[in-house]
C-alpha cells in the first residue's frame, strides 16, 4: 500500500505542481487590543482568556511562552469559565442579538446560545455574569432603563437564575434600586449581592437571601473553601467576614487614601491581593491582616488582577498612555516583575524592517496623530515608541525608513519630511518638502541621502543629516506613486500616474530613461537586490520586469485581477510580494511563477519582506470587529530546504542525508513526521524554483 500513496503523491505533484504551497509560517503576533477589562486563566494554568475593542474580539493568550495569541470568538466578550475548565460563557452586550453563549473546551464547541432576558428599558445591559461551577446554570445581574431627554429613566435592576439546559429562568429578582452581583462562592451555592447600600448573602437554588449587613462596598470575593469572604469598603478598610452568619474576623486598613476596587484571595487562601484606586496592588496576610508588599503594576491603569498560583500574580493594564496593554506576572511576595505579554494598542497601517531586520517598524494612523514603535524583529517585543501629534487629519504619516545604524527614522507627513530619534522621542529636523502631499521616501544604503516624490510630480534629493535640499528634478506628467533606490544608490526609480516608469540619477537629477507599457497608473516599483532588474505593478493589474542598463522589459504576467498596489521583494530578489485590488497577497519567483496565495480574513494594511530572509512582516484590520494584527512570520517554498528562496542541488543533499528520519526536520518537506520519498518527489518537482 505504501507505493500507492507514493504514487498518488507523485501524480498530485505532477498534475497540480504541487499539493505543498508556499506558505507564511507564524513566528509571533501581535493583535492591537485596547479596553480590556478582564482576564480568565485556565484553570490548569496553560492559557488566559481575555478581551479586547470593547467587548468584540476574545483571544486565548498562552502560558508561560505567550508569544502566539489565538483570536476565539468574535462579537463575543469572555465572561465565565468553570474551575474544571470544561466549560465556557461568552456574552454579546450590545446589539440586536443580545445572547449568551456556552462552550465545551478545548476544542471551542458551541454548547448553547441563550438571549439574554428583556427586563425592561430601551438601554439594558448584563453587570456581572457567572457560570455555576457545574456548568449547568448562569447567574446574571441586569440593568435597564429608557432615555428620556439624555437621562436613563425609569432604572430596573435585576438578578436572575438561567438553566442552561432548557434556557429556562428558575427565579428572578428585580427593583428599581441598585442590585448587583458581587460573587459566587466556589461551590455556586451561594452569592453576594450588593442591594443599593447594603451587602447581602443570596442561595442561589432559590434566590432567597439568607442575612444582610449594612455596609458600602465596591468589591468582595470568598476564600477558596468558602468559609471566608472579604469586603472592599469605601471606608478604605477590607473586612473578612465569615460565611455562615456574616461575622467580622479582621478589618485591615488599606495604607493608601484610596479604597480597593478588586479583591482575589491565592489559591490556598492564606494570602489577598487587592487593587486599589490608586493604582496600587497590596499582598495582605490573611492570618495577620498585615500587607506584605506593594507595587504599581502599570503605569497608566491596572484593570485587573488575581493570583496565578499562590506566590505569583497576573496583572492586566495600560501603559505608556494607551500605546500598550500588557499582562504581566509578579512575584508577589518579594513584588518582582517575573514576564510580560505586550501587545499594540492600535493597528498598524505600516511596517517596514530595519536595514539589518533586528528591528521592526509600525507606524499607526489615528485621526490628529501618529504612532511609531520599534519591536524586536525576532522575538516582537516593544523596544521604543513616539507619538507624532499633527493639527489636520490629513496629516498623518504616509511612509518612514530607518536611518541605517542610527536610532532615527525618516518620516512623509504631508508636505512635511521629518527626521525622528527613536531613543529620546525628539525630531531633529522637519522641511516643508514639496507644495503637494508626499506619497513616498527612499534612502541611500549609507543613510546618507533621502530621495522623495509628491503629487506635485517632482522628485528631491536631501542631505539626510540636516534636511538640506541638494536637488531637485521633474518630468513626469502626473504625481509620483512610488520611489525606490538601487542597492549601491545611483539610480532612482519613479512610478507615476501618467503610466510610465522613469530612471534617474539622483544626485544630477538626469533621467535615464522612460520605461513604458503599463495600461493606466503605475502603483508602485522596486529594484530586486542581486539582479540586474526592476519590478513595476499598475492598475492594469500586471507585474511588469525591466532591465534597468537597457530600459528593456524582460517578462510581464498578469498578477491580480483588478490594479497591483504595493509590492515588497525578497533580499535575494528572488521572491516577489504583490496586493492588489482582489484583496489577496501574491507569492511570486522573479519568473513569475506564482508561489501562493494568501486571502486574509481581514484586510491587509502593510506588509514587507525582512533584509533576513525568509522573514516577512504584514499587519491585517477589520472595521468589522475593530481588530488588527501584526504579524512576522517565516516564508518558505516547498523543497527549499535551507530556506534561501532556492529549490537546488543543497536543498536534494539535505533531504538525501536526512533520508528515514523522523521528528521535526526542516527536511521533512511535507510535514509528514518522517523524511521519507514524498520530500525527495517535491523537491524533485519544485527543483529550480526561484534560482534563475
Known amino acids: 500500500m505504501r507505493w500507492r500513496g507514493r504514487l498518488a503523491l507523485a501524480f498530485c505533484l505532477l498534475i497540480a505542481g504541487s499539493c505543498v504551497h508556499a506558505q507564511l509560517r507564524t513566528v509571533w503576533q501581535r493583535p492591537a487590543i485596547s479596553f480590556s477589562e478582564k482576564m480568565f486563566p485556565l484553570p490548569d494554568g496553560s492559557g488566559v482568556f ?10 486565548l493568550l498562552p502560558l508561560p511562552d505567550g508569544r502566539l495569541l489565538r483570536q476565539v470568538f468574535y462579537g463575543g466578550e469572555v465572561a465565565s469559565i468553570t474551575p474544571d475548565g470544561h466549560w465556557l460563557l461568552t456574552i454579546k452586550k450590545w446589539g440586536t442579538e443580545r445572547r449568551f453563549r456556552i462552550w465545551q473546551l478545548p476544542d471551542f464547541t458551541l454548547y448553547r446560545e441563550i438571549d439574554i432576558p428583556d427586563i425592561g428599558g430601551e438601554s439594558q445591559y448584563v453587570t456581572s455574569v457567572h457560570l455555576t461551577p457545574d456548568g449547568t446554570h448562569i447567574l446574571a445581574a441586569m440593568y435597564g432603563c429608557d432615555w428620556y431627554y439624555y437621562s436613563c429613566y425609569p432604572e430596573v435592576y435585576a438578578i436572575m437564575l438561567i438553566r442552561i439546559a432548557d434556557n429556562q429562568i428558575v427565579w428572578s429578582r428585580s427593583q428599581p434600586e441598585g442590585l448587583n452581583l458581587l460573587a459566587l462562592s466556589p461551590d455556586g451555592q451561594l452569592a453576594l449581592v450588593e442591594n443599593d447600600y447594603e451587602v447581602q448573602l443570596w442561595r442561589v437554588a432559590d434566590g432567597t437571601m439568607l442575612y444582610e449587613m449594612d455596609i458600602l462596598v465596591d468589591c468582595a470575593t470568598f476564600s477558596p473553601d468558602g468559609q471566608l469572604f472579604a469586603l472592599g469598603r469605601w471606608d478604605r478598610t477590607i473586612t473578612l467576614h465569615q460565611t455562615s452568619n456574616g461575622t467580622l474576623v479582621r478589618t485591615m486598613r488599606v495604607p493608601s487614601d484610596r479604597y480597593a476596587i478588586q479583591l482575589h484571595f491565592s489559591p490556598n487562601g492564606s494570602h489577598l491581593a487587592s487593587l486599589s484606586s490608586d493604582n496600587r496592588v497590596h499582598i495582605w496576610d490573611v492570618s495577620r491582616g498585615t500587607v506584605i508588599r506593594s507595587f504599581i503594576p502599570h503605569n497608566e491603569r491596572t484593570r485587573h488582577m488575581l493570583f496565578y498560583t499562590n506566590t505569583q500574580v497576573l496583572t492586566l493594564g495600560e501603559d505608556v498612555y494607551t500605546l500598550f496593554d ?74 518612514f525608513e530607518f536611518v541605517p545604524g542610527e536610532p532615527a527614522i525618516v518620516t512623509a507627513t504631508d508636505r512635511l519630511l521629518q527626521l525622528w530619534d527613536v531613543r529620546s522621542r525628539s525630531l531633529r529636523w522637519s522641511v516643508q518638502a514639496h507644495t503637494d502631499r508626499l506619497t513616498d521616501i527612499a534612502l541611500s544604503p549609507n543613510g546618507l541621502r533621502i530621495a522623495t516624490a509628491s503629487y506635485e510630480r517632482v522628485l528631491k534629493w536631501w542631505n539626510a543629516a540636516n534636511g ?24 532612482l526609480a519613479s512610478a507615476s500616474y501618467d503610466g510610465t516608469v522613469r530612471l534617474w ?54 498578477a491580480h485581477t483588478g490594479g497591483v498596489y504595493k509590492l515588497s521583494v525578497a533580499p535575494n530578489g528572488k521572491i516577489i510580494a504583490s496586493f492588489g485590488e482582489d484583496g489577496a497577497l501574491r507569492f511570486w519567483t522573479h519568473t513569475g511563477e506564482l508561489l501562493w496565495i494568501y486571502s486574509p480574513a481581514f484586510d491587509l494594511a502593510s506588509f514587507a519582506f525582512s533584509p533576513q530572509f525568509p522573514y516577512f512582516a504584514y499587519s491585517v484590520y477589520s472595521d468589522r470587529v475593530a481588530g488588527s494584527l501584526l504579524v512576522v512570520a517565516m516564508f518558505s517554498i516547498p523543497g527549499d ?52
Open 641 to 692: 530546504v535551507d530556506g534561501d528562496g532556492c529549490v537546488s542541488d543543497s536543498d536534494l543533499l539535505q533531504v538525501l542525508f536526512a533520508f528515514g528520519q523522523t521528528g521535526d526536520s526542516p527536511a521533512d518537506v511535507d510535514g509528514n513526521g518522517v523524511v521519507d520519498d514524498g520530500d525527495l518527489l517535491i523537491v524533485l518537482l519544485r527543483f529550480g524554483t526561484g534560482c534563475e
Open 50 to 59: 481575555f478581551t479586547g475593542h470593547h467587548g468584540w474580539v476574545s483571544y
Open 326 to 399: 500588557s499582562i504581566r506576572l509578579w512575584d508577589a511576595i518579594d513584588g518582582r516583575l517575573v514576564q510580560q505579554w505586550a501587545w499594540m494598542g492600535y493597528g498598524a497601517n505600516l511596517v517596514r524592517f530595519s536595514p539589518d531586520g533586528q528591528t521592526l517598524g509600525t507606524v499607526t494612523n489615528r485621526y490628529y496623530w501618529s504612532i511609531f514603535v520599534s519591536w524586536s524583529a525576532p522575538e516582537g517585543a516593544p523596544r521604543n515608541w513616539f507619538y507624532a501629534v499633527y493639527g489636520a487629519s490629513n496629516r498623518s504619516i504616509t511612509s
Open 505 to 558: 540619477q539622483p544626485a544630477t537629477g538626469t533621467l535615464l530613461r522612460t520605461l513604458t507599457g503599463h495600461d493606466g497608473v503605475v502603483w508602485d516599483v522596486a529594484f530586486l537586490p542581486t539582479i540586474n532588474a526592476l519590478v513595476s505593478a499598475g492598475a492594469d493589474g500586471t507585474l511588469r520586469l525591466w532591465n534597468p542598463t537597457t530600459g528593456a522589459m524582460l517578462r510581464a504576467w498578469q
Open 468 to 491: 538640506t535640499l541638494l536637488n531637485s528634478f521633474g518630468g513626469h506628467l502626473g504625481g509620483v506613486t512610488a520611489i525606490d533606490l538601487s542597492h549601491d544608490g545611483t539610480l
